[in-house]
Structure formats: structure tokens, C-alpha cells
């Protein structure tokens, strides 16, 4: 009996990913797509857009690029929209946006750094 593919499933999938330019993004993305899913990618600026279209070696006709800031609510909504308007649905939402500062204790965290995962 031939092996059953875990990620069968993910055929044809709608898939969107938050923090897709990301370390974490771009190797997930790059799954997603080898499985045959749709992915609408989250970016915030264009060159980060492009560093994960060379990271998957050029444009995918399955990926979708889709501009906005999540600390907006405005731009998450509109973000939404966009999505749906584009594919008509939205099957799987995979929220890997944030980051991580390592190495400092609490009163050694810069200002700018619990600013930014304050919000
Ligand atoms: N990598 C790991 O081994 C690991 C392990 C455990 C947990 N995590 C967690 O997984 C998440 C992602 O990790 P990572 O290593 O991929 O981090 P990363 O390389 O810093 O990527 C963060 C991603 O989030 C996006 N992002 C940040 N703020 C955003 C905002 N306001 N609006 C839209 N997008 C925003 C970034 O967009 P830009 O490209 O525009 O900056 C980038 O795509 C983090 O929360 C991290 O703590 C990671």
C-alpha cells in the first residue's frame, strides 16, 4: 500500500501567512507551496517581499503578496478583504509575525525593543 503524503491536504489550500518574509516565514511558505497550497504572504515592505521570492527561487504562480502593518487594525482589515476579494476564501491562517530579542534581562531590554512588543 503506497504511503499516505501528510500534506495531501494542503492541496489547493488557501493559506494565509502573517510573518511570511520572516526567518520562520519564508521556510514555511516554502513548504506550503511545495504542497501545493495557495499562499497569500503578508510583507511590510517590498524589498522583504523580494528576499522571499528569491528565497523560493524566483515567482510561484500559487503566491500572493499582500502589504500590511498587523499593529493597524484598519490594515488588518483591509488585509482581510483583500485576501477574500482576491482567492474567495480564506482556508488556514498561520500567524508567525512577531520577533524575538534574546540575551537581556528586563532592565537591560532597551526602550525600543519593549516598545516594539508592546504593541
Ligand atoms: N525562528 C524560530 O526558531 C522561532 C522559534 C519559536 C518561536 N518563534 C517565534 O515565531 C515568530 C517568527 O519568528 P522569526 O524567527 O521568523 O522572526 P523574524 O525573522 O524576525 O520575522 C518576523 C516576521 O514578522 C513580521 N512582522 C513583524 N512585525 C510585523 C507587523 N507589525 N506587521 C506585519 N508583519 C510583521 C516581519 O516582517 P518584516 O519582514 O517586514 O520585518 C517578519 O516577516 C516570532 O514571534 C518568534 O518569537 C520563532
Known sequence: MPERNPFESLRKKIVLVTGATGGLGKAVVK????????????YRTEDRLQGLVDFLGGER????????????????TELVDAVLKHYGRIDALLN????????????????????????
Not at 500559487?62 to 498587523?70: C, E, I
Not at 531590554?109 to 508592546?118: N, Y
Open 31 to 42: 513548504r506550503l507551496l511545495d504542497a501545493g497550497a495557495v499562499v497569500a504572504a503578508v
Open 96 to 119: 508567525l509575525a512577531g520577533g524575538w530579542r534574546g540575551g537581556a534581562d528586563v532592565a537591560a531590554t532597551s526602550l525600543d525593543d519593549w516598545d516594539t512588543f508592546s504593541t
Open 61 to 76: 504562480t500559487a503566491l500572493g503578496g499582500f502589504r500590511a502593518d498587523l499593529t493597524q487594525e484598519s490594515e488588518v
